[in-house]
Structure formats: C-alpha cells, structure tokens
C-alpha cells in the first residue's frame, strides 16, 4: 500500500462527518429563509416547469421527504463538491444521475442499473456489460463512452471520485456498451473498485465536454456552472426549486421502464428545506412529509399515538444498523499505551444505557467487532472464534484485571499504575452532537466504577476535527468508514488499524487517528483486498478482528443506521419493512437498491 492511499480515507472521513453532522439530535442546520411548503418565487434560472413561477403539485402524485437537503440549493453540479438533493453524493444516488450498479444494505450486493452485470476477467481486470436501453434524459444513448469520460473526470481534476485512481490504471470501452476497468498493478484494490460502480454518477460526455471548453478546463470555473437542468438517466428530472424546496418530476420516457417493468409511482418527488429537526419531524407527524431522513427522538411514540408511521423494523432498535461511532485511544499516552488498560475501560462501559438513552434505543447493545451486527457483514468472521474475546460490560471483571496489572487505587479511587495515574483523561466530540455527548458522559462515569478518571470534553466542530487528525487527544469520539459498500468492512479496519503512511502526532492524520501499530494488522489489511476465495477471506477478517479484540485501539460504542428510514403512509402506503419479503433496503426511497421502494408504493 501506498501513502496515496489517504485520499480515498479523507473521503471516507468526510461522509462520516456528514452523517454524524445529520444524524444528531441537536445540530441545527442552516436556517433556510423564508421556511414553508409554499414558496413565493422561483430563483432566476431554476430548473424545469417551474422556472416561470411556483408549480404546486398534486399531493397524491408528490411525494415529500425531509432531513436530507439543509439551507438553499445553491448548484445541482456534482463537480462543485458541494451540490443540492437531489444529486448530492452518496443519499439520493439514483434519481436524476444514476450509478452503474446499486448497493443493498441488507445483504452488501451489488444489483443491476446502468451496468447489466460485471466480472473479474482475471485477478486485474473488471469487466463491466451496460445496459443498451439506458439513454439520457435528453433522448441521446448512454454508452460507454459516458463511462470512460466520467471516470476520467476524476483523474483530469480533484473531484469527489478523484482517488479512485489511487488504484486504477485505466477505464476503456471495449465496445459501445462494455467496459473494461485496469488495477494499478502497484496498488491493486478489487474492493474500492467494486465501491467506484456503485458510487461514482454517471454523466453524459456529450454535455459536461461542452462545459469544459466553455471554460477552457478550468476546475474553478466548472464548478461555478449551476446545472438548473440536469442531464441524466434517471427517473426524475428538475422541475422547480428556491430557497425553500425542491421538487422533480417523473421523466415518463425513462428508459428503465425495461428494468423495473414500469414507471416509479410518484410523480413528483419534493424536498422541503426546514428550519430544523423540530420543524421537520412536526411535519413528518402531520403526514407533511411521507419519508423522514432526520433523527427522531423515541420514533415509536408516534407510532403509538396513533400516526401511521413506521421505520423498517418493527420493534427496537427500528433501523438497520450501518455504522458504529467509536471511540478512539492515543495509544501514545502513558497509562492509555496499555491494552489491559482500554480492555478494563470497554468492560466498565454500559453499553446498554447508550443504546438507550443516548440512541433513544436505536441501537442493539454492542458486540464488539470490526463488523456490524448484519447479514452483509458479520459472515466475514468466524463468530464462535471470537467469542471468547468479545467484552461485555462487567465492572468486577474490570476491576481484577485492572488489580491484576498492578493497578492499585490511590486515597482519591484513581488507579496508579507503574507510577502513571490513570486519569484525568479528556474524553471529547464535538458540542452539539447531543446522542454521541450522551454517550461519553456515560462513558466518564462508568470509567469511575473501576478507578480510571475521564472527563468529557466538547469543543466546537472545527477543533474536535484538528486535535483528532494531529492526535491532539486522549480519547476521541468518531465514525470508523461508516459508508455501507462493497468495501466494507474492509475499509473500516484499514481506518482504524492501517500504520503505514499515517503521519506522527502533531501532524495531519485521515485514518488510525490513535497511531496503532501491529505489522501483522497491516499485512491483513493489505492483503484482504487481493483475495476472492470466501473460506480465505473468512480467515483473514477472522484474524484481523482477534488482533483487534486483544489490543483495543477503538471501542465501538453503539450502531447507528446509515440513513434513518421512517415513512409516514398516510398518503403513499406499501414502504419496505422488514419480513415482507421484497428485499428492498431501508434507504429512504431513493439511494442504491432502496429507489425500488418507489415501484411499489401506492395511495
């Protein structure tokens, strides 16, 4: 592996921020002027049938979702780094723009799209069918000169897909509707690969080479380019937006009739921009708003109250877990460089209380892992094999161990081990993230209960991501690569446990914020992405995740679901759930696999 591997885990460190940013209780996004669900005016330019004035829709062919888009749509350009639902990178993938493949959370596959199907030719080359009916929104083909061209975006300018090359050599077409993907045969990494088919949107070469000499290529300039109108192969294209929503409407040519048999059932799709979580759930109750991406303190009270409204799973924890915020040791502080030390620390937490409290109860309590709790990823380890190494909370337990050691408590309860007090140690995320807040100061207190002194601490957002990649810490709260993708949970390993190339303390670090160091760790890690045969690969996690259960260089705390899927029917009905037999994952209705939801809901 190489140091350029950082690009790929900044990426990764930038979604995971995005959705802890959206997912916690308290953060108040940008306040949106003029809030509503009926706007004045259209701004000058917008998109589509509305672009002469408001176009109000139908409420039984809209249907309205929340908790994605916060403040004012600025761009739909997904080369500005920063564009508007519904074409914003990694939530709503499959409505305008549209992958090659779409990932399923429930069971990590990879289901047919723009791409027909893929296969490794041999152990460098991915071989990639498209789909010959797929054609853009404007009525031109889509081929795979469309695919060679978007790629390639990524390696002429620094753009959101830009470090997939770390590991491609080159992208070609093989005819007008196949394509071959090359590895970097210096840093071969079949399974970042298999993420860039399900992540990266494809955009028609035929318009965005238009733009580029228009510019003359210049990246700061392209990025200045609205794109009111979108070009894409999707279901939906622009219709109305300003300051307050957004709304698309069904393309009735949309060539994916051939696909899914027939045209997704709304009409229109709207995104209101509220104030905050408060206005936005308000809304959601009324039946304003038929599917919620927000935080909902204690979901199920609505439900039992009366409203028709449901998350994929019936009872706790109601959403499928997607990633797991953690905690994070400098393995450089004295008392904190001890492994007994961290495994005493996991022991005295109550995992429990955070699912409760700090989650609302949206998370099952911890089974300590680098894999998540689901069908998609615990496969990847022998389970009975590590039994016997996975924590639970036992405060006794902790104590023996920590007795054991030579850890004597002093006149104040703090141990003292080999002359190095444990504590104070500052415990921090950011101010405002009120679930992961919670959830440290159950960390501190129960840290008490067996001698160790920790102290929360909750700075500003720009501090907390500064002291955590220049290892400004004792202990930090973070997501280890909490995207759910064909990588994982490979990526989440390399996050947490990958040495090599990360810089010392004191300078900027994108993975292994703690400084972990285990050679064999990083020959695992570096191998995994290498191998294709399931018993290896079994093999390989299962080591891995021993490894990591011995030292603890992180603590997962709890699980948290990539999006939060709750739908209200009392307009649209026949959402996905859990047992119904349709194997479309909970996300929201219009990301990967979960855009199928939108063939079968009704009135």
């Known amino acids: 592996m190489k140091r350029k591997m950082n690009f790929r885990l900044m990426f990764t460190v930038l979604v995971a921020l995005t959705v802890a940013i959206t997912g916690c209780e308290s953060v108040q996004p940008p306040a949106a002027s003029n809030t509503g669900n009926k706007p004045e005016a259209a701004q000058p330019g917008s998109g589509g049938e509305g672009s002469g004035g408001v176009q109000e829709t139908p409420r039984n062919e809209t249907l309205y979702v929340n908790g994605i888009q916060w403040g004012p749509p600025t761009n739909f350009n997904l080369l500005s780094g920063n564009p508007a639902f519904p074409v914003n990178y990694g939530n709503s993938r499959e409505l305008i723009y549209e992958t090659l493949f779409m990932i399923n959370q429930l069971n990590g596959e990879l289901e047919p799209l723009l791409g027909t199907k893929y296969e490794w030719k041999d152990d460098a080359t991915l071989h990639i069918e498209l789909n010959k009916d797929a054609k853009w929104n404007d009525g031109k083909p889509f081929t795979s000169d469309d695919v060679v061209y978007t790629y390639e975006l990524g390696k002429k300018y620094d753009i959101n897909w830009s470090?997939?090359?770390?590991?491609?050599?080159?992208?070609?077409?093989?005819?007008?509707?196949?394509?071959?993907?090359?590895?970097?045969?210096?840093?071969?990494?079949?399974?970042?690969?298999?993420?860039?088919?399900?992540?990266?949107?494809?955009?028609?070469?035929?318009?965005?080479?238009?733009?580029?000499?228009?510019?003359?290529?210049?990246l700061s300039a392209i990025r200045q380019e609205v794109n009111a109108d979108p070009v894409g192969t999707g279901p939906y294209k622009m219709h109305f937006y300003n300051d307050q929503k957004i709304t698309v409407v069904r393309d009735d040519n949309y060539w994916g009739k051939s696909l899914f048999g027939k045209l997704p059932a709304?009409?229109?799709?709207?995104?209101?921009?509220?104030?905050?979580?408060?206005?936005?759930?308000?809304?959601?109750?009324?039946?304003?708003?038929?599917?919620?991406?927000?935080f909902i303190p204690q979901v199920q009270n609505m439900w039992k109250g009366g409203a028709p409204v449901k998350a994929y799973l019936k009872d706790a924890p109601y959403y499928v877990p997607g990633s797991m915020p953690s905690i994070f040791f400098n393995t450089t502080k004295k008392g904190l460089d001890n492994p007994d030390v961290r495994r005493?620390?996991?022991?005295?937490?109550?995992?429990?209380?955070?699912?409760?409290?700090?989650?609302?109860?949206?998370?099952?309590?911890?089974?300590?892992?680098?894999?998540?709790?689901?069908?998609?990823?615990?496969?990847?380890?022998?389970?009975?094999?590590?039994?016997?190494?996975?924590?639970?909370?036992?405060?006794?337990?902790?104590?023996?161990?920590?007795?054991?050691?030579?850890?004597?408590?002093?006149?104040?309860?703090?141990?003292?081990?080999?002359?190095?007090?444990?504590g104070p140690y500052e415990i921090e995320c950011p101010y405002g993230w009120s679930d992961w807040n919670a959830a440290l100061e159950i960390v501190a207190?129960?840290?008490?209960?067996?001698?160790?002194?920790?102290?929360?601490?909750?700075?500003?957002?720009?501090?907390?991501?500064?002291?955590?990649?220049?290892?400004?810490?004792?202990?930090?709260?973070?997501?280890?690569?909490?995207?759910?993708?064909?990588?994982?949970?490979?990526?989440?390993?390399?996050?947490?446990?990958?040495?090599?190339?990360?810089?010392?303390?004191?300078?900027?670090?994108?993975?292994?914020?703690?400084?972990?160091?285990?050679?064999?760790?990083?020959?695992?890690?570096?191998?995994?992405?290498?191998?294709s045969d399931e018993?290896?690969?079994?093999?390989?996690?299962?080591?891995?995740?021993?490894?990591?259960?011995?030292?603890?260089?992180?603590?997962p705390l709890m699980y948290r679901p990539w999006v939060f899927h709750t739908v209200n029917e009392s307009v649209w009905k026949g959402f996905p759930a859990?047992?119904?037999?349709?194997?479309?994952?909970?996300?929201?209705?219009?990301?990967?696999?979960?855009?199928?939801?939108?063939?079968?809901?009704?009135?």
Not at 578 to 591: F, Y
């Open 163 to 218: 470090s997939f090359w770390t590991y491609i050599a080159s992208v070609t077409a093989t005819g007008p509707n196949a394509v071959e993907i090359k590895l970097n045969p210096k840093n071969p990494n079949k399974l970042t690969v298999l993420d860039s088919i399900e992540l990266i949107p494809m955009l028609p070469k035929h318009i965005w080479e238009e733009i580029e000499k228009k510019t003359g290529n210049n």
């Open 535 to 555: 018993a290896e690969l079994k093999t390989l996690y299962t080591e891995l995740t021993t490894i990591w259960l011995k030292d603890i260089p992180s603590i």
């Open 344 to 422: 005493a620390i996991a022991m005295s937490i109550d995992y429990k209380k955070i699912a409760e409290l700090a989650m609302s109860g949206y998370s099952e309590p911890m089974q300590p892992s680098l894999t998540l709790n689901t069908e998609a990823e615990a496969k990847y380890v022998d389970q009975a094999a590590i039994k016997a190494l996975q924590w639970q909370t036992d405060v006794a337990g902790a104590n023996a161990l920590l007795d054991q050691i030579g850890a004597k408590k002093g006149n104040d309860g703090i141990r003292v081990l080999n002359g190095t007090r444990l």
């Open 445 to 531: 207190q129960n840290a008490k209960a067996v001698g160790i002194e920790i102290r929360t601490k909750f700075p500003e957002s720009p501090v907390w991501t500064n002291d955590l990649q220049t290892g400004k810490f004792d202990i930090i709260m973070n997501t280890p690569a909490g995207s759910v993708s064909p990588s994982q949970p490979w990526n989440r390993a390399m996050t947490i446990m990958y040495s090599k190339g990360v810089a010392p303390m004191g300078e900027m670090a994108f993975w292994n914020w703690g400084r972990y160091k285990n050679e064999r760790a990083d020959e695992i890690i570096e191998k995994i992405p290498t191998v």
């Open 578 to 603: 859990e047992g119904d037999g349709s194997n479309i994952p909970p996300q929201i209705a219009m990301d990967g696999a979960g855009v199928r939801a939108l063939y079968e809901i009704h009135n």
């Open 266 to 294: 709304p009409k229109y799709i709207t995104h209101v921009i509220y104030k905050d979580n408060a206005a936005g759930d308000l809304a959601f109750k009324s039946g304003q708003v038929d599917v919620s991406q927000q």
